[in-house]
């Protein structure tokens, strides 16, 4: 058994020669490259093959040692990727070896691709990234809900992923921080007075506390829990889905709601003309999504109501209600909140990002509040459109 340590790039390249995944007389280089809030992630190139080394830290990088975390994440990332690999192996990547001791997971590389959020605000667009993510998100939660597992299969496994210390973060970062007057918000001072009108706005706080009891309760499907535009790798023709670490059962509208949240972000620091083709994303995972699930309920669903006229459309209905919920409490927390997202944060143009933020701030409890009048990507991206003219 090993203990843990933090590896450093001279101890990751040692170990991956040790575990024989490139060969001890191989000439490496390596690097640390984690941009991401919790992890060290190192990128081992090798002479013909390159892999990259993951491994927790015992606290949230982003915050510091003052933040100490456990490094059971790094196990339950393990699992998840191995489990969604078998649902949608084409958008995650390969696991070669993971050491739960040591908190890594040791998986193919990415470096052909670029991370999404990257690559957007760049301006690069990804012909196919909507129609792979909503696969995705289709498949691992189809498949890995009661209807496709059955009750006992499905609860048994549920009872594998309970994730209480990320959980915890989503809970207090997403739903609960943002609509207070709490240590953990950051914002621009010129924002005070919209973020103050927001902490008053009793009507907000009701629905934000209706989704929470929401992610709190509901055990639908496995849920990837952290699915923004930074956990995705792209290229025009790949996806893949990375960093399931705050996986575990949850409703299912959520991680279709922070990839179109994000998207949405992404749209609030493009000018006019440059956004068409996220508005056609967000269009186009809800598509696939819908068309998907329907497709695996339709083959495979042995849940004795399956065939009850209606049941499947008024589930697809129910999800998208949370879904534009979900969403709206994402744009919120990403642009007061701790953890922001740098299509906001890097508009040069003071005036521009004041505006995109408080367009976000405004869209999104707009969204929260009027979920249940949405029942269309179509009928979002026309609030959008109507409320950027
Ligand atoms: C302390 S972690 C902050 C954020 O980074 C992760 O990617 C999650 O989105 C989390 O909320
Ligand atoms: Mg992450």
């Known amino acids: 058994m090993s203990s843990y340590e933090p590896l450093t790039i001279d101890s990751a390249v040692a170990l991956v020669k040790k575990l024989g995944l490139l060969a001890e007389t191989d000439t490496v280089s390596a690097n640390e490259i984690g941009d991401g809030n919790l992890n060290y992630v190192f990128h081992i190139k090798g002479t013909e093959k390159s892999l990259i ?5 015992p606290y949230a990088k982003v915050v510091g040692e003052s933040w100490p975390l456990t490094l059971e994440r790094a196990d339950i990332e393990n699992r998840a990727l191995r489990l969604q690999g078998t649902f949608a192996p084409d958008y995650a990547p390969k696991v070669y070896y993971s050491d739960k001791d040591l908190a890594i997971t040791i998986m193919e590389d990415l470096s052909h691709l670029t991370i999404a959020r990257t690559g957007l605000i760049h301006g690069e667009d990804y012909p196919l990234i909507a129609r792979h993510t909503g696969e995705f998100i289709a498949r691992t939660l189809y498949g890995t809900s009661d209807f496709a597992l059955g009750p006992q299969e499905k609860k048994k496994l549920q009872h594998t992923f309970s994730n209480p210390e990320l959980c915890d973060i989503t809970e207090g970062l997403v739903f609960t921080d943002p609509f207070f007057n709490a240590e953990t918000n950051d914002f621009e001072e010129s924002l005070r007075a919209d973020v103050e009108k927001l902490w008053q706005d009793d009507e907000l706080k009701l629905h934000a506390a209706q989704l ?5 309760t509901a055990g639908d499907a496995l849920l990837h829990g952290d699915l923004h535009t930074g956990s995705i790798f792209a290229s025009p023709a790949e996806t893949k889905i990375i960093d399931p670490e705050f996986a575990f059962y949850g409703p299912f509208g959520f991680d279709i709601a922070h990839f179109t949240a994000n998207l949405f972000m992404n749209v609030l620091s493009r000018e006019e003309g440059r956004r068409e083709p996220l508005y056609e994303h967000i ?7 819908n068309r998907e699930f329907s497709r695996l309920w339709n083959e495979q669903n042995t849940e004795a109501f399956a065939k009850t006229e209606g049941y499947l459309e008024w589930l697809l209905a129910d999800i998208f209600e949370q ?3 979900f969403m709206g409490l994402e744009m919120i927390r990403r642009t007061i909140g701790l953890a922001h997202v740098k299509d906001l944060d890097g508009i040069v143009d003071d005036q521009q990002r004041l505006q995109a933020k408080r367009h976000s701030l405004s869209l999104g409890a707009h ?3 009027e979920r249940a009048s949405y029942s269309s990507a179509d009928q979002l991206v026309a609030a959008v459109k ?4």
């Open 212 to 216: 929470k009891r929401l992610f709190l």
């Open 323 to 325: 879904a534009a919920g």
């Open 386 to 389: 109507e409320a950027l003219q």
């Open 283 to 289: 269009v186009t995972v809800w598509d696939v999504f």
């Open 53 to 57: 080394v993951k491994q927790a830290l």
């Open 367 to 369: 969204f929260v509040k």
